[in-house]
């Protein structure tokens, strides 16, 4: 396998995909991800921008609509901090860190009720929600309609793509909107879903494995996979990563080393952790085995970096649609307080040397799902196309 290995505190390997953050650190010991520790170095501020500072700090708590007391108004002033450095840094309260580390990390979940069409009103409908769930907790009850859920209006979505946008790495985060006048609120992914990877033998001995989230056993999985079909003479082995969050980074890793004999799988660059290089091992085990990847827009992070490796080594033909883009890794910072800032501290880069960042892996052919194509076909016409490759 490749040698790759993170340093301690807490490095995420996170997606945010229309609008929502999803993470996933693996399943390591929580001493080796959540040491706490960190060097904390406090920089001098300009005299300037503390006045600047308090000057507004003062209007705005003698001024404002609604009294504000101090607690309030810096809570709100760290959060903007972070929130103003990218669309993935966050401040944590002590509850909301107490929450995240009680969840398994690398988890595929969901939310804790269900969303069902209702062909009278014409919206879709909370549905399975149990009173003492945490959802219910918020006010939500069952027979309220949802009008968005990640920025996306859900009129326009079938029941597929409604589960899809609701799933993501457990502890994560959505937004949901009842009414095109309501202001969204947060809820928590918490509820886990089973994210064995299905494996399936077409026809065409093409063996298509489904992985959702890349986890620890993700790579030795998919070795035990393939060598219990050798005996039927696989002719080519398809990756269907639609809608994979991520996961974590070493399994993405390890998972594509098992094809590369050479060369670098994935760099990170940072100004604080310093540039890190992961590189395959000679291995020669599947050299002659046809490879095919199928990704979509909310492929992301850890299934955007084996993407690229096998794309970009030439080892693995790939298509779908553009993935989302996501290719940074984050670090969680616990304070003194109980709380903890979560924000960006590296960015994932190609073997080519390009960033996954905003830009997303580009498929070798462009062929999102047709509406009037089924799920079974459209894997099957995916795999011929696969066998015609050279």
């Known amino acids: 396998m490749a040698k790759a290995h993170w340093r301690s505190a807490v490095l995420f390997t996170t997606l945010m995909c229309a609008g929502h953050l999803t993470w996933g650190a693996g399943k390591a010991p929580a001493s080796d991800d959540f040491d706490g520790e960190f060097e904390a170095t406090y920089q001098e501020v300009p005299v300037e921008s503390i006045q600047q500072f308090v000057q507004i700090y003062g209007i705005v708590k003698d001024n404002y609509v609604k009294e504000k007391n101090d607690d309030e108004l810096f809570q709100q002033a760290i959060k903007g901090l972070l929130s103003g450095l990218d669309r993935y840094s966050r401040y944590l309260s002590p509850e909301d860190y107490k929450q995240l580390l009680?969840?398994?990390?690398?988890?595929?979940?969901?939310?804790?009720?269900?969303?069902?069409?209702?062909?009278?009103?014409?919206?879709?409908?909370?549905?399975?929600?149990?009173?003492?769930?945490?959802?219910?907790?918020?006010?939500?009850?069952?027979?309220?309609?949802v009008y968005k859920v990640e920025d996306q209006e859900l009129k326009k979505l079938n029941q597929d793509q409604v589960k899809h946008v609701l799933d993501g790495a457990i502890g994560s985060t959505l937004s949901l909107q009842l009414s095109a006048?309501?202001?969204?609120?947060?809820?928590?992914?918490?509820?886990?879903?089973?994210?064995?990877?299905?494996?399936?033998?077409?026809?065409?001995?093409?063996?298509?494995?489904?992985?959702?989230?890349?986890?620890?056993?993700?790579?030795?999985?998919?070795?035990?996979?393939?060598?219990?079909?050798?005996?039927?003479?696989?002719?080519?082995?398809?990756?269907?990563?639609?809608?994979?969050?991520?996961?974590?980074?070493?399994?993405?890793?390890?998972?594509?080393?098992?094809?590369?004999?050479?060369?670098?799988?994935?760099?990170?660059?940072?100004?604080?952790?310093g540039d890190q290089q992961f590189q395959a091992l000679p291995s020669f085990e599947f050299q002659n085995l046809k490879v095919g990847i199928l990704i979509n827009s909310r492929s992301a992070?850890?299934?955007?970096?084996?993407?690229?490796?096998?794309?970009?080594?030439?080892?693995?033909?790939?298509?779908?649609?553009?993935?989302?883009?996501?290719?940074?890794?984050?670090?969680?910072?616990?304070?003194?307080?109980?709380?903890?800032?979560?924000?960006?501290?590296?960015?994932?880069?190609?073997?080519?040397?390009?960033?996954?960042?905003?830009?997303?892996?580009?498929?070798?052919?462009?062929?999102?799902?047709?509406?009037?194509m089924r799920e079974e076909s459209y894997i099957e016409h995916v795999a011929d196309l696969l066998l015609l490759q050279k």
């Open 102 to 145: 009680q969840y398994t990390e690398g988890d595929l979940a969901t939310v804790d009720f269900d969303l069902r069409f209702d062909a009278a009103l014409q919206h879709w409908v909370i549905h399975n929600l149990k009173p003492d769930a945490d959802s219910a907790k918020l006010g939500l009850k069952n027979g309220v309609t």
């Open 181 to 273: 006048n309501s202001l969204p609120m947060n809820l928590v992914r918490n509820t886990k879903i089973e994210t064995d990877i299905e494996s399936r033998l077409l026809n065409n001995q093409v063996l298509v494995l489904h992985i959702k989230v890349f986890q620890q056993d993700t790579a030795n999985e998919v070795k035990r996979l393939i060598e219990s079909h050798a005996s039927s003479k696989l002719k080519a082995v398809l990756f269907d990563l639609r809608n994979n969050p991520g996961g974590l980074l070493s399994a993405a890793v390890e998972s594509a080393d098992l094809f590369l004999n050479q060369g670098v799988i994935v760099s990170t660059k940072s100004r604080s952790e």
């Open 301 to 372: 992070s850890a299934a955007e970096v084996f993407t690229a490796a096998m794309k970009e080594h030439g080892r693995a033909w790939v298509a779908g649609e553009k993935s989302y883009g996501k290719g940074v890794v984050q670090k969680l910072f616990p304070l003194s307080n109980g709380a903890a800032l979560q924000m960006t501290v590296s960015q994932y880069y190609t073997p080519n040397g390009r960033m996954i960042e905003g830009t997303g892996i580009q498929p070798n052919l462009s062929y999102p799902i047709p509406h009037d």
